[in-house]
């Protein structure tokens, strides 16, 4: 009986005994791993992504390293989000958001519900993204953790515009900037100027969703200014910064300026963990060269941003990407292809519950419908989307759709309507601060117009296009000037510069069946 007795003891001891040894060496290779990982760059971390994670899954079901696996999890964030492993990450910062709650550290349990927010808004779950946008937002507002409800509270109206809820957005903004009045007091100096600085940012993103192109660029010019004057670091919102400079500058037509502001993005997040930021700007990037008519370029950027997204994971934005470049085939003429990416936007637009791209990819459709010949499919696919941008006070978008309804009526035989849209085209243009769609709206209504009067603003628009580089809107001009030349030889020539920049462009599909006499109707493209 005593030996029997003895036996059992000694293996509840070795057990015991190992258990220790067990921990121990767990809690060693935590703060290895917390070392390693605070001293060594992206790349060499990504190598040991698997044993990082697996010691991560072993100790958190040792309550007394919880607090180490956090500390781990927050060096190692984002990059295994972006990685093979990128399924399992999100059970990490669950984990992490659990910990926060239990200590009672609500300003790092609302920071990470920003991190579970963004994943689930990169994954195309937009409604788990708004729904826990909504509890981190309110979580942030009541303890005063400004920064992150600028954060979160960019997220939530990002998907919310998605979803069409302008005005919540709109009510947004407003709660954003009474919260931040009203904590001023409450935070330290830098911090509130720094969450001001970002506020101010998404001030300028509502300004340029107004139309209000130059008000927009006033505010982030200035932005910038004060943020280069006050702060050193925070590469983050210095990009943030720039990319909607870069944005407003593309509204306004000034592309070279907008290339070369996403091109410092690109810089600044050259050694950054965040991916999804990366490919964003590289996106913008191609629309960029879309917008001038370098459609090699911007192909090559959105099929690489869409092989690194499905590689990844990164579902949200696919449905975009994938429709800009429907877009590129587009003003290449090439609509088969075309149509092949806007069907995959259309889908994933309905999969993702992304209420803005439905409509775009509709509207997208029936424009590639349009020049296919199937004219009563896309007045009501074009129709369908510009419904949406009123309801939504979108005047670009309701410019472009309008545009594109006068010509498919002009192309239906219905002149009055097509003149009807055009002039409100026209008008609209009119009211938001860019030459270039002011210039695109006045050559589509000229369509309509005596050719005296069509020939004057041709001209007019060509000097606009050739100065802001949109090729296919300048090879258009020429075309166009070329009908109504009154002399052989002036007509040749006028041709001749045309097609030459259709061939440089790669967009010669457009010559199709067309003459110096009946040239190509091209699309209003590329705004």
Same mark, same amino acid.
């Given at each position: ?192 100027? !720094? ?11 509502? #300004? ?114 994938? @429709? ?72 670009? @978008? ?54 005296? @009067? ?23 001009? !020429? #075309? ?48």
């Amino acid at each position: 009986m005593m030996d029997v007795f003895y036996t059992k003891t000694q293996e509840r001891f070795a057990e015991s005994h190992w258990a220790d040894n067990y921990a121990s060496n767990l809690e060693r290779q935590l703060n290895y791993f917390i070392n390693y990982a605070n001293s060594h760059i992206h790349k060499e971390i990504s190598q040991h992504l698997p044993t990082f994670l697996n010691v991560l899954s072993e100790a958190q079901t040792y309550p007394h390293l919880h607090a180490k696996a956090v500390e781990l999890i927050t060096i190692l964030h984002p990059l295994p989000r972006y990685s093979i492993y990128g399924d399992n990450w999100i059970s990490n910062i669950q984990f992490a958001i659990s910990f926060f709650e239990r200590k009672q550290e609500y300003k790092k349990q609302a920071l990470f519900l920003a991190y579970l927010i963004e994943m689930y808004q990169e994954s195309g779950q937009l409604d788990t993204a708004k729904e826990l946008a909504e509890r981190g937002f309110i979580l942030a507002k009541k303890h005063n953790a400004i920064d992150t409800l600028v954060n979160i509270g960019e997220k939530l109206i990002t998907i919310s515009r998605a979803q069409g809820e302008t005005e919540k957005a709109e009510a947004l903004h407003k709660i954003i900037e009474a919260e931040l009045f009203r904590s001023r007091d409450r935070v330290s100096f830098n911090q509130w100027e !720094l969450a001001w600085i970002n506020y101010r940012v998404l001030n300028a993103v509502r #300004l340029r969703g107004d139309g209000k192109y130059n008000k927009a660029m006033q505010e982030i010019e200035s932005t910038i200014h004060d943020f280069s004057a006050n702060f050193i670091g925070a590469t983050e919102t210095l990009e943030f910064a720039t990319r909607i400079r870069g944005l407003i500058h593309w509204s306004l037509g000034n592309y070279q300026k907008a290339i070369q502001d996403y091109r410092q993005c690109l810089q600044l997040l050259e050694n950054s963990k965040y991916i999804f930021t990366r490919l964003h700007v590289q996106g913008i990037l191609a629309l960029a060269y879309w917008s001038i008519s370098e459609y090699d370029r911007a192909e090559s950027l959105l099929k690489e941003n869409l092989a690194t997204r499905e590689d990844l994971k990164i579902s949200w934005m696919i449905n975009r990407e994938a @429709g800009n470049l429907g877009l590129v085939f587009l003003a290449r003429g090439q609509l088969e292809q075309a149509m092949v990416y806007i069907n995959r936007q259309l889908a994933l637009s309905i999969k993702f519950n992304d209420i803005q791209e439905i409509g775009r990819a509709r509207g997208n459709r029936g424009i590639v419908q349009m020049y296919l010949g199937q004219t009563e499919q896309a007045l009501n696919a074009i129709k369908s989307d510009m419904d949406y941008r009123i309801l939504n006070n979108e005047i670009r @978008g309701e410019i472009s759709c309008l545009l594109n309804l006068s010509m498919c009526y002009w192309m239906m035989q219905e002149k009055a309507q097509a003149i009807q849209a055009a002039e409100r085209a026209n008008m609209l243009a009119n009211e938001i601060d860019s030459i270039v769609i002011k210039a695109l709206a006045a050559r589509i209504l000229a369509r309509y117009q005596p050719e005296d @009067g069509q020939a004057a603003v041709l001209q007019e628009t060509l000097v606009v296009m050739r100065d802001r580089h949109r090729r296919l809107s300048e090879a258009d001009c !020429l #075309l166009s000037l070329a009908a109504l030349a009154k002399d052989n030889t002036e007509q040749e020539e006028l041709w001749k510069q045309g097609v030459q920049i259709l061939t440089e462009i790669g967009a010669t599909a457009w010559l199709k069946g067309a003459t110096p006499q009946n040239p190509p109707l091209l699309p209003p493209t590329g705004f």
